[in-house]
């Protein structure tokens, strides 16, 4: 069974960055896995940030985090990080953490429904304020 367990999350000022990071354990490898962001403001539903491919590191964002925010993994240490620039207030929200087994033959921008995706973290909470 995967578990995944965020941190990194805080207040911070506009303009500020953070990085959040997610550990990912249950298996001994996640190469046949992708690993996503999604984030929750109150009153919302769930959005899709971006995507990682454990195996290859390719990337997929959507969204107004598009340009901002970056998704890197480190095989070694087996986690996933989601590196957040320019904080905005509307970035506040609750991130999580998201696993799915994949198909290889899959592209990345398919993996973007929190449907997709069996395996969640408890979330991190990011704030933004002026």
């Known amino acids: 069974q995967v578990q995944l367990d965020e941190s990194g999350g805080g207040s911070v000022q506009i303009g500020d960055s953070l990085r959040l990071s997610c550990a990912a354990s249950?298996?001994?490898?996640?190469?046949?896995?992708?690993m996503a962001w999604f984030r929750q403001a109150p009153g919302k539903e769930r959005e899709f940030v971006g995507v990682?491919?454990?195996?290859?590191?390719?990337?997929y964002y959507e969204g107004s985090g598009k340009g901002r925010f970056t998704i890197s993994r480190d095989i070694a240490k087996n986690t996933v990080s989601l590196l957040l620039t320019d904080l905005q207030p509307e970035d506040t929200a609750m991130y999580y953490c998201?696993?799915?087994?994949?198909?290889?033959?899959?592209?990345?921008?398919?993996?973007?429904?929190?449907?997709?995706?069996?395996?969640w973290g408890q979330g991190t909470q990011v704030t933004v304020s002026s």
């Open positions: 998201a696993a799915a087994e994949i198909n290889p033959m899959q592209p990345i921008t398919f993996f973007t429904a929190p449907r997709l995706f069996h395996a």
């Open positions: 249950g298996r001994t490898s996640f190469m046949n896995y992708v």
């Open positions: 990682i491919t454990w195996a290859g590191a390719a990337t």
